[in-house]
């Protein structure tokens, strides 16, 4: 019965850890840093690129 108590006990501590850690990242906004990383790259693309030039074909496919 003592067992049951403590493995009772520790599984609360382990739950009220992970909500305390939870709240924690959730104030200090973490949960958003890799979305906001892995959209930073398509942020330039909003801007038009000018239009690639053409590749000259060599003399010896003329």
Known sequence: MNVLIL???VSLMLVASS???F???VRHR???HADRLS???L???SAP???APEPKPSASQE
């Open 7 to 9: 493995q009772v006990f």
């Open 19 to 21: 909500v305390l850690l």
């Open 23 to 25: 709240a924690y990242s």
């Open 30 to 32: 973490d949960h958003e």
């Open 39 to 41: 959209l930073f790259p």
């Open 43 to 45: 942020e330039d693309d």
């Open 49 to 51: 690129s000018p239009a």
